[in-house]
């Protein structure tokens, strides 16, 4: 991924929190690689649905090996983009959807409800905006 300050929903960007990358290393018996890094970190984005403008709020998640010292080396690492982020909730204005329980509604709609009313801006906490290269 690479880190760019000029917003294009078309190159569909990425605002992480930079300190909540995660995941393990799992070793791997067979292939080129001795062990994988399984990586998540928090995520929020804006996209384009049926026309209306949504913030969504989610993670990105990579294997990768070497392990990354850091989350933006962990983003500088994450080259396929084919999947996006996973979305777990989703605020277009009227109404939320999302398959969590009530509390993490409350906490996403926390970031979700003001990210939309002051679009395209990040959010506090955030740092963007993230893109897969050759997005477009």
Sequence with gaps: MDRTDRFLI??????????SLRGHRTDTPQGRNPY?????????WFRRRHGVTVACIG?????????PADARQF??????G???????????????????TLEEQ????????????DYPAIPDG????W?????R
Aim: with cysteine; proline share 4%; glycine share 10%.
């Design 126 to 129: 955030y740092d963007g905006w």
């Design 10 to 19: 078309s190159r569909k960007p990425y605002a992480v929190d930079l300190n």
């Design 36 to 44: 994988y890094f399984d990586g998540r970190i928090n995520a929020v």
């Design 75 to 80: 983003l500088e690492q994450h080259h396929d």
């Design 82 to 100: 084919r999947h996006g982020g996973d979305c777990h909730g989703r605020w277009d204005g009227d109404s939320y959807w999302g398959n969590v």
């Design 59 to 67: 993670d990105l998640w990579d294997l990768q090996h070497p392990a």
């Design 131 to 135: 893109t897969f290269r050759g997005a």
């Design 106 to 117: 409350q906490r996403h709609l926390t970031i979700l409800q003001p990210m939309l009313a």
